[in-house]
């Protein structure tokens, strides 16, 4: 059996480029990308509701070898992240490498040859030595199910699949969730809507967007000076470095957060009791803090309401709440973030003696050795695989800390001839992921609150417990004994 490539990586977001510029880049042109839409970018590419922003700066939320010096703004939006991702593929030539339109089904690790047997939608087979798994953490939209939904006769959408075609201007329109994605969305539309009530559930902490355009000279001097781009970039990473020891058990910093945020809020909302509604009940940090200068501001227009009264139904007009009362709506809009902890991948993934990695992630919770290989599934590795999430800073740099361990690993696998693999020790992935959940003692994320981070379980599968930093230097180097190496 031979291989068509030595590399398939599934997914064309940043995950996925940040693999194939790394690969690009050490000269290993032998890769494809699977990509399952028509466009490069991911959840830059999906999202795309009013107001979709980063709200990590942009000069650090961007590929470490194709820094941009034209960014618009400190925070910048999605249509401009999306045109970045789209510039950089084009002038690196990517696009040649992306099989578009192909939803990889299924991964099928073929002992005898040492290959992945990587099958589509369409049921066309190729085969590759590795995989580069980059499907990302955030694009599994979590809807829940409210008792009589399916009653409701009016519009319906998730943030992640907004319906461009529908104007909200005039409507009575609910947004259910309060997260990041609801943060961006509430003060876009109130202005054109006719009501709009945002029901919130747990009120979250939210600190101001130090947010600013760049003036032409700035551009200019990062486009001729790049050093200073550099320099610029660097700053920031360290800025968010020292903010991070908020959430792994700096408990000064932390508090130092905590009132700036309510100072945020106590100068942004003008009604106690609203404000009151808004203000957090939970450590700053256990669940992710949000940032936005135009959220809190929106409570004080005439035409929004903050709604904390929980929700029983829906009925074919509105929503019933738990207190007997009935609000109308034309719209309403499910700000309910995604299905991350819970594994839901779409793709199988059957490793050595046919084991079945997604059934053994469902009893016993996604792990893997360093979020990125897995033991019994050998040539295969995750990009923001489990536990690799962050609440502080870039993921970017976490993909590319995995790319100089993934880069070590083809090395090895390629001195081992044409049907070797490396497989991960089954007794060091246990050791290391038991080290990892030690490591969340004291952090915030133990602090007892639910979020997005944890399993029906309450273990979190989706976060690193320490700063980037540790990471960058765990990962700098394949630790070689940590696999079994068959030649
Ligand atoms: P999220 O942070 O998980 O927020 C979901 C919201 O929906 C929460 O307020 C949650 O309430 C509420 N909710 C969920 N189920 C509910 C139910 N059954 N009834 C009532 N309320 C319910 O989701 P998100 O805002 O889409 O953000 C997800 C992640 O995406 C973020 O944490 C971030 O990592 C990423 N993101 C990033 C950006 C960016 O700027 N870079 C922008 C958007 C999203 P509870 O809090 O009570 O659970």
Not at 407 to 417: A, C, H, R, T
Not at 446 to 475: A, D, I, M
């Amino acid at each position: 059996m031979k291989i068509d490539y030595q590399v398939g990586i599934i997914g064309a977001g940043f995950g996925g480029l940040v693999a194939a510029l790394r690969l690009q880049k050490e000269g290993n042109n032998s890769f494809v990308i699977f990509e399952r839409a028509a466009e490069v970018g991911g959840t830059w590419r999906d999202n795309v509701y009013p107001g979709c922003a980063c709200d990590v700066p942009s000069h650090l939320y961007s590929f470490a070898d194709e820094l941009n010096p034209n960014w618009s703004r400190a925070f910048s939006t999605q249509p401009e992240i999306l045109e970045y991702i789209k510039a950089v593929v084009d002038k690196k030539g990517l696009r040649q490498h992306i099989r578009f339109n192909s939803d990889i089904t299924s991964l099928k690790f073929v002992e005898e040859y040492g290959l992945w047997e990587v099958t589509d939608r369409n049921g066309t087979i190729t085969h590759v030595k590795m995989v580069i798994a980059a499907t990302g953490p955030l694009n599994r939209p979590n809807t829940p199910k409210f008792k009589g939904m399916e009653l409701f006769e009016g519009k319906v959408f998730h943030s992640a699949e907004w319906d461009k075609s529908y104007d909200l201007r005039g409507k009575r329109v609910a947004v259910i969730g309060t997260g990041a994605s609801s943060i961006q969305i509430v003060p876009n539309i109130a202005p054109i809507v006719e009501q709009l009530t945002v029901y919130q559930r747990t009120a979250a902490w939210v600190q101001m967007r130090p947010d600013h355009a760049f003036p032409s000279f700035m551009q200019g001097l990062f486009k001729t000076v790049p050093a200073v781009n550099t320099l610029y970039r660097e700053m920031i990473y360290w800025r968010n470095e020292f903010f991070g020891k908020a959430f792994v058990g700096n408990n000064m910093i932390n508090s130092i957060g905590s009132k700036l945020a309510l100072r945020h809020l106590k100068k942004q909302v003008h009604d106690p009791e609203t404000r009151k509604k808004l203000t957090p009940t939970y450590k700053m940090g256990c669940k992710r803090v949000l940032v936005s200068n135009d959220y809190y501001p929106a409570f004080n227009r005439p035409n929004v309401t903050l709604e904390t009264t929980p929700i029983q139904e829906w009925t074919a007009n509105g929503i019933l709440t738990t207190d007997g009362k009935l609000h109308e709506f034309d719209a309403i809009i499910l700000a309910t973030g995604f299905v991350a902890a819970e594994i839901e991948l779409y793709t199988t993934i059957i490793g050595l003696n046919n084991r079945d990695l997604l059934s053994e992630w469902r009893k016993k919770g996604a792990e893997a050795y360093h979020g990125t290989t897995v033991s019994g599934y050998p040539n295969l590795a995750f990009i923001l695989g489990p536990n690799t999430g962050l609440g502080h800073t870039s993921v970017v740099h976490m993909m590319e800390s995995q790319m100089n361990y993934i880069s070590d690993y083809l090395k090895l696998l390629e001195k081992q001839g044409s049907n070797g693999y490396l497989d991960v020790k089954a007794d060091l992935q246990d050791q290391h992921n038991q080290s990892l959940q030690d490591q969340f003692e004291g952090t915030v994320w133990q602090s007892g609150c639910q979020s997005w981070y944890l399993n029906h379980e309450g273990k979190n599968t989706t976060l690193y417990p320490r700063l980037t930093v540790q990471f960058r230097k765990e990962l700098k180097h394949l630790d070689k004994s940590a696999y079994v190496v068959v030649g």
